[in-house]
Structure formats: C-alpha cells, structure tokens
C-alpha cells in the first residue's frame, strides 16, 4: 500500500505558478499518480494522472522524475477560484485495493 | 453523461437511529468505494467494491457499519445505531476499473447524527 505525503497547507497569489509535492517512496511498479482537487461540500474530482515523465492538460501539469518517488502537480498562473485542497493518490488500476488518500494540500490563493 | 449520484444530499438522525444510504455509480464501472469525510479532515476509506470479487470492509470503522452492492449497480451504506461520532459527509466513488483508475465521485450525504 503507496502512502503518500504532502504539505499540509501552501499559500500563493493571483497568477503565480503553484507547485505541490507528494512524496511516494514505496510506490509499486504498476501503481499510478492521480491527482484530485476538492472544494468545499463537494466531492473530489480528478485534474490530472501520470505514470512517468511529464503529463501536461488543459488545467495542470504533472512532473514525475525517473525514480517515480515523487510527484509534482503544476498549476500555472492559478486564480482565487483555484482555493481548494489538492489530494495525490497512488495505486494500481487494475488491483483490487484500498487506497488512501491523506489529509491533502490546503491551497490558499491571495488576491 | 450522468455521474455518481448520492441520496440523500442531507440526513438528519436521532442518536440510536439506523440510516441508509445510496449511491448510484456510473454506469459500467466495475469499483465503488464508500468514504468519510468529517469536517475539515482528509478522506477516511470504508469499503471497496470490485466486480464480483468480495468488498474490502478493511475501512469500517465498527460492525455498526455494513455495506453492499447489487452487482456492478447501486450500492447502499447502513450504519445502525448512529451516534454522534458518526455525523460526517459520506462520500461514494466510482471507476471504470480498480481504484488506481481515475475515481469519480458523487456530491456527498452530509449526516447529522443529534
């Protein structure tokens, strides 16, 4: 079972670039990366998965380096509405287990 | 498409009470994982549906709580005897394949347990 780890909290302002780490040291060779961002009295919904290297979409960016011990989520020149906590999730696709999210990263954006 | 529907959105309860509650998954996926969420925590895994394979209740926290599943459709989430320590959001999520897959999950049941 991947456990990962995040900050607790980050803040930024109006259109800077947020980056947010999760660590994964124990993280299995099938396992993906899957990042969700959650707002308030809502459900978590996805922004982003990778297995390695860089995946890049319409909202994010997600850097994996070679030892895949790590993640970065890259949200660029993010806005107030992007306040919300950030989970980075771990786990096979095709293995019935469970999965822990964490507490997540608290993503505070000033105006 | 339609997504992961939860019902009901809002459930107030008497301690001592029993309550269900209901997630439709969307159509076709094969997993469904039950979550708790108290106020301003992480998410706390309960239970984990998976094809036809038996649950993973390594989550419940207690035998008050049970769940099932008809097939690859509806899931229900009972807690009998509710207690105060119980009120939270529940949180029901959906995948095409297991949990490593790409999660969709529903808006929540908020329970209030007076």
């Known amino acids: 079972l991947a456990k990962t780890t995040q900050p607790i909290s980050m803040d930024s302002y109006e259109g800077q670039e947020v980056n947010i780490t999760c660590s994964h040291n124990?993280?299995?060779?099938?396992?993906?990366i899957t990042w969700y961002q959650q707002f308030p009295s809502q459900g978590p919904r996805f922004i982003i998965q990778?297995?390695?290297t860089k995946v890049t979409n319409e909202v994010a960016s997600l850097f994996i380096p070679a030892d895949r011990k790590s993640s970065t989520l890259s949200l660029p020149r993010v806005s107030l509405s992007d306040t919300a906590v950030y989970y980075c999730?771990?786990?096979?696709?095709?293995?019935?287990?469970?999965?822990?999210f964490g507490g997540g990263t608290r993503l505070m954006v000033k105006p | 498409g339609a997504g992961v529907s939860q019902s009901p959105s809002n459930k107030v309860t008497e301690k001592g009470k029993d309550v269900e509650l209901r997630c439709d998954p969307i159509?076709?996926?094969?997993?469904l994982y039950w979550y708790r969420q108290r106020l301003g925590q992480g998410l706390e895994f309960l239970i984990y549906?998976?094809?036809?394979?038996?649950?993973?209740k390594s989550g419940l926290p207690s035998d008050r709580f049970s769940a099932e599943r008809t097939g690859e459709s509806v899931s229900t989430l009972t807690i009998q005897r509710t207690q105060q320590e119980d009120s939270a959001v529940y949180l029901c999520?959906?995948?095409?394949?297991?949990?490593?897959?790409?999660?969709?999950f529903g808006a929540g049941t908020r329970l209030s347990v007076l």
């Open positions: 999520a959906s995948s095409f394949l297991a949990g490593g897959d790409i999660q969709y």
């Open positions: 124990n993280i299995a060779t099938n396992d993906y």
């Open positions: 990778g297995y390695k």
């Open positions: 999730l771990v786990g096979d696709k095709n293995a019935g287990n469970m999965l822990t």
């Open positions: 159509s076709g996926h094969t997993a």
């Open positions: 549906f998976q094809g036809n394979s038996a649950p993973d």
